[in-house]
């Protein structure tokens, strides 16, 4: 169990390895939300923000409860596991760049930190209210159940899912945590149109009846979402590269249309996407101030 921003993770059950040694971490780092878009978040979520995060290992463990509606088993974390090798992470479809690298998460504890960066960003404008903190874990633990069982194929609304995450390259006799080597997160899923869409989100008769029964690639696209970096591994091309595998991956499964939803006053992220080869589907926000763009792959 540890501490960040001055809260504590959520109640998980926990082994610690004795011979694992968790080295202190100094460094105070803090989040860049590039983007933050899920179609059931509420609107004021989705702002462009920077966040704070402070890791802070030296304080004693305590357990809190958060309360959940799901009774299924929790998994294990381990909280200071140490990062996958390189060697480990060999066979995957990975990104390499500077001193980072770009790849699907694997261990629980991956998943778990995506979704503890999305609830740094999530709660950030609403963290003067009473008891936020309690409501930030909450949202985290809510975070990581809905990644895992996306990602896992259990989400009735997407075909496929995969959660990518940028983590700092191996180096020689250091060792780090994953809580310590992911700077960035970004979803990528695979969905279905909606009968009457041309485009994800078209305003038209309501109708949740897919395109067709049967997915065939010309009724599906790839879609971006989540996307979040680490302040203080800004401007060093981490989402842009994230992008690049998210595209690459969307064009290894057949995918001939990538999405991606922005704000209409977050002029950065359009700039990213654009770099990375997006195009506006319109130029008029929609009724949540959102704006669609799109690339072919």
Request: proline content about 3%; some cysteine; charged content about 25%.
């Amino acid at each position: 169990m540890e501490l960040l921003h001055g809260s504590l993770i959520p109640h998980f059950k926990i082994r610690q390895p004795v011979s694992v040694f968790c080295k202190q971490i100094k460094k105070q780092d803090s989040l860049l939300v590039v983007d933050l878009y899920r179609e059931n978040f509420p609107i004021s979520y989705t702002r462009c923000r920077t966040l704070e995060t402070h890791w802070d290992n030296t304080q004693s463990i305590r357990h809190l409860v958060v309360p959940s509606n799901d009774d299924s088993k929790q998994p294990e974390l381990i909280f200071n596991r140490l990062q996958l090798s390189d060697e480990e992470c060999i066979d995957m479809k990975r990104c390499s760049f500077g001193r980072y690298i770009a790849r699907e998460a694997v261990l629980n504890e991956e998943y778990w930190m995506a979704a503890w960066l999305r609830a740094e960003a999530h709660w950030e404008a609403l963290a003067y209210k009473r008891h936020a903190e309690i409501f930030k874990m909450k949202y985290a633990d809510q975070e990581f159940k809905a990644l895992k069982k996306r990602c896992s194929g259990q989400d009735g609304n997407l075909l496929q899912c995969f959660c990518l995450v940028a983590v700092k390259k191996e180096v020689k006799n250091m060792k780090r945590t994953v809580l310590n080597s992911i700077v960035g997160t970004m979803d990528l899923s695979i969905r279905q149109y909606l009968q009457g869409e041309t485009y994800p989100g078209e305003i038209k008769k309501q109708s949740c009846v897919l395109a067709t029964k049967q997915p065939f690639d010309a009724h599906k696209y790839a879609y971006i979402s989540n996307v979040v970096v680490a302040k203080y591994a800004r401007r060093r091309g981490i989402a842009l590269n994230m992008l690049g595998l998210a595209t690459h991956i969307a064009a290894s499964i057949a995918m001939k249309k990538l999405y991606v939803h922005v704000n209409a006053d977050n002029k950065p992220s359009q700039e990213l996407y654009k770099k990375g080869g997006f195009e506006f589907v319109t130029t008029d926000a929609s009724s949540n101030g959102q704006l669609l763009m799109w690339m072919e792959l």
